[in-house]
């Protein structure tokens, strides 16, 4: 069964495009998949007002007993069901390019679309058989088919915005959600208790030095009024809201703030905040580096110290926990060294980093879209990504088998794509050391029989792409031997394969 959230709609239609790539022979690369995805936002505004149009129109006719359709609804109809195609495809293009959250507002967004844009199709030929009223149950099917359609077209509309806007855009202005005021006796801006003590070291302030950049530059998007991807940057408490390893804003380390990480790339990227206007200055990042650094620890948060609160009196345990919580610290300040390194590296040559998920410590990287290609030696610059890359994308690379040796030491890789490119069976001893691998893509390569029944004994490999190879149908049966659960995906299967043979003799004759 297919993973409909994480498969790439590329590797669905990879086994049916065989060998017309949009990639041109002088080596361009994957930049018009990029443009078609951006056409979404243009296209998929027909379909939803002219379903939801017809639909009306319809329901009129319903309540006034007409008994013919009408040809301004069939009309509509028709125009939405292709435009809704477009615009599903369209879609799904721009989610798997643009670096779309997986998460499941976008799942809601996209199969509502797909079914709607199927529906509506449906609704459309139903309609023109229809359309006299002669033919009751195709006229009914019609009517009553583009209502729902409209429906489930209207509410995958209201999940899309959800994503643009961010989650209640449309009703919280009628439904407010109070924020509760600070106790009395607590400091406006972070909850904590007021000391008796006047004196306090100078530090930055929230209220004061932080909450203007966030109001010049990001409350538009992440106020109360909008907040994509349910992030709020217009009060210290809708910053700190929800579950700690949603929080954009780590406490006390910036480095690995989500924050600080978006603010700071470069421009043009497509992950930059804020994505347009006028970016932050060095020293507005500065001080909210510093704000981070000081003192962003929420005080009702039980799982961290509040500054200046009590501490115990040391005793051997606690001394020896603390000397291993320092060098699990320096261990990992290393590592987060090590992979800011290669997501710069890789960056620079043009591939396409990011985290897996806004919450998650793994990264993915996207080579298939450098120009020129991404080769061999470009594998040093992912020198760092060792521990958190899970996912892989080197399709239409120049990657070779001998090249694959770097690829040692990335035990995390659970999905990896080679597609389109010149990997053999020379390759499979650098792909089996990846234990952890569960999707493996060699659409289009060279890759053969005695190759997929080696890789098959990887222990957890799921799924298995090898269309447009040297596979043949009786290799997927053996392969497929090995392990039970393992689904391969080749260009054909061994019953079509015997058939074909069996009927050749006649059609000769």
Same mark, same amino acid.
């Given at each position: 069964?297919?993973?409909?959230?994480?498969?790439?709609?590329?590797?669905?239609?990879?086994?049916?495009?065989?060998?017309?790539?949009?990639?041109?022979?002088? %080596?361009?690369?994957?930049?018009?998949?990029?443009?078609? %995805?951006?056409?979404?936002?243009?296209?998929?505004?027909?379909?939803?007002?002219?379903?939801?149009?017809?639909?009306?129109?319809?329901?009129?006719?319903?309540?006034?007993?007409?008994?013919?359709?009408?040809?301004?609804?069939?009309?509509?109809?028709?125009?939405?069901?292709?435009?809704?195609?477009?615009?599903?495809?369209?879609?799904?293009?721009?989610?798997?390019?643009?670096?779309?959250?997986?998460?499941?507002?976008?799942?809601?967004?996209?199969?509502?679309?797909?079914?709607?844009?199927?529906?509506?199709?449906?609704?459309?030929?139903?309609?023109?058989?229809?359309?006299? %009223?002669?033919?009751?149950? $195709?006229?009914?099917?019609?009517?009553?088919?583009?209502?729902?359609?409209?429906?489930?077209?209207?509410?995958?509309?209201?999940?899309?915005?959800?994503?643009?806007?961010?989650?209640?855009?449309?009703?919280?202005?009628?439904?407010?959600?109070?924020?509760?005021?600070?106790?009395?006796?607590?400091?406006?801006?972070?909850?904590?208790?007021?000391?008796?003590?006047?004196?306090?070291?100078?530090?930055?302030?929230?209220?004061?030095?932080?909450?203007?950049?966030?109001?010049?530059?990001?409350?538009?998007?992440?106020?109360?009024?909008?907040?994509?991807?349910?992030?709020?940057?217009?009060?210290?408490?809708?910053?700190?809201?929800?579950?700690?390893?949603?929080?954009?804003?780590?406490?006390?380390?910036?480095?690995?703030?989500?924050?600080?990480?978006?603010?700071?790339?470069?421009?043009?990227?497509?992950?930059?905040?804020?994505?347009?206007?006028?970016?932050?200055?060095?020293?507005?990042?500065?001080?909210?580096?510093?704000?981070?650094?000081?003192?962003?620890?929420?005080?009702?948060?039980?799982?961290?110290?509040?500054?200046?609160?009590?501490?115990?009196?040391?005793?051997?345990?606690?001394?020896?926990?603390?000397?291993?919580?320092?060098?699990?610290?320096?261990?990992?300040?290393?590592?987060?060294?090590?992979?800011?390194?290669?997501?710069?590296?890789?960056?620079?040559?043009?591939?396409?980093?990011?985290?897996?998920?806004?919450?998650?410590?793994?990264?993915?990287?996207?080579?298939?879209?450098?120009?020129?290609?991404?080769?061999?030696?470009?594998?040093?610059?992912?020198?760092?990504?060792?521990?958190?890359? $899970?996912?892989?994308?080197?399709?239409?690379?120049?990657?070779?088998?001998?090249?694959?040796?770097?690829?040692?030491?990335?035990?995390?890789?659970?999905?990896?794509?080679?597609?389109?490119?010149?990997?053999?069976?020379?390759?499979?001893?650098?792909?089996?050391?990846?234990?952890?691998?569960?999707?493996?893509?060699?659409?289009?390569?060279?890759?053969?029989?005695?190759?997929?029944?080696?890789?098959?004994?990887?222990?957890?490999?799921?799924?298995?792409?090898?269309?447009?190879?040297?596979?043949?149908?009786?290799?997927?049966?053996?392969?497929?031997?090995?392990?039970?659960?393992?689904?391969?995906?080749?260009?054909?299967?061994?019953?079509?394969?015997?058939?074909?043979?069996?009927? $050749?003799?006649?059609?000769?004759?």
């Amino acid at each position: 069964m297919l993973d409909l959230q994480l498969t790439s709609f590329v590797d669905l239609l990879e086994p049916l495009a065989g060998s017309l790539s949009l990639a041109e022979a002088d %080596g361009s690369d994957d930049r018009w998949w990029r443009f078609l %995805g951006r056409l979404h936002p243009l296209t998929v505004h027909f379909p939803i007002a002219l379903a939801l149009t017809a639909a009306v129109v319809e329901l009129i006719n319903i309540i006034r007993r007409k008994r013919e359709a009408s040809p301004f609804a069939i009309t509509a109809t028709g125009i939405a069901a292709v435009t809704a195609i477009f615009a599903a495809f369209f879609g799904w293009l721009n989610a798997d390019f643009e670096g779309a959250s997986q998460d499941t507002t976008l799942f809601l967004h996209r199969w509502l679309g797909i079914i709607g844009a199927g529906g509506l199709s449906i609704v459309f030929v139903t309609g023109l058989v229809g359309r006299t %009223g002669v033919r009751i149950t $195709a006229f009914n099917g019609y009517r009553w088919g583009l209502i729902v359609c409209a429906i489930v077209v209207g509410t995958g509309a209201h999940f899309g915005g959800e994503m643009v806007y961010g989650k209640g855009y449309l009703t919280k202005v009628l439904f407010p959600v109070a924020v509760p005021a600070p106790a009395a006796g607590n400091d406006v801006e972070t909850g904590a208790p007021v000391s008796d003590a006047g004196a306090t070291t100078a530090k930055v302030s929230f209220q004061q030095d932080v909450l203007p950049i966030f109001e010049a530059h990001c409350v538009e998007c992440h106020g109360a009024d909008k907040d994509k991807a349910d992030l709020r940057l217009d009060s210290y408490s809708g910053i700190f809201n929800g579950e700690k390893k949603w929080w954009t804003v780590l406490p006390g380390d910036p480095d690995h703030s989500l924050l600080v990480e978006r603010i700071e790339l470069p421009e043009g990227h497509v992950d930059q905040m804020p994505p347009d206007g006028n970016r932050l200055t060095a020293a507005e990042i500065a001080t909210i580096r510093t704000w981070i650094t000081e003192d962003t620890e929420p005080a009702d948060n039980p799982e961290v110290q509040i500054p200046g609160s009590s501490v115990p009196e040391e005793t051997s345990t606690t001394t020896e926990a603390a000397k291993a919580a320092d060098a699990a610290k320096a261990a990992a300040d290393r590592m987060a060294v090590a992979i800011a390194g290669a997501v710069d590296a890789l960056r620079a040559r043009g591939v396409l980093v990011m985290r897996i998920a806004q919450d998650s410590k793994e990264w993915e990287i996207n080579a298939s879209l450098v120009s020129p290609k991404f080769a061999d030696d470009d594998l040093a610059l992912m020198n760092g990504l060792q521990p958190v890359l $899970a996912w892989a994308n080197f399709t239409r690379t120049d990657l070779t088998d001998a090249g694959l040796i770097g690829l040692d030491g990335f035990d995390q890789l659970r999905s990896l794509r080679l597609s389109q490119t010149a990997i053999g069976d020379g390759g499979v001893d650098s792909i089996l050391k990846l234990e952890k691998l569960e999707v493996l893509n060699l659409y289009a390569t060279s890759i053969t029989d005695a190759g997929i029944l080696r890789l098959a004994a990887l222990p957890n490999l799921k799924r298995l792409y090898c269309a447009d190879s040297a596979v043949t149908p009786e290799g997927v049966l053996a392969a497929q031997a090995v392990r039970d659960g393992l689904e391969i995906v080749g260009s054909a299967t061994p019953a079509a394969s015997k058939e074909a043979d069996e009927s $050749a003799p006649a059609e000769e004759s």
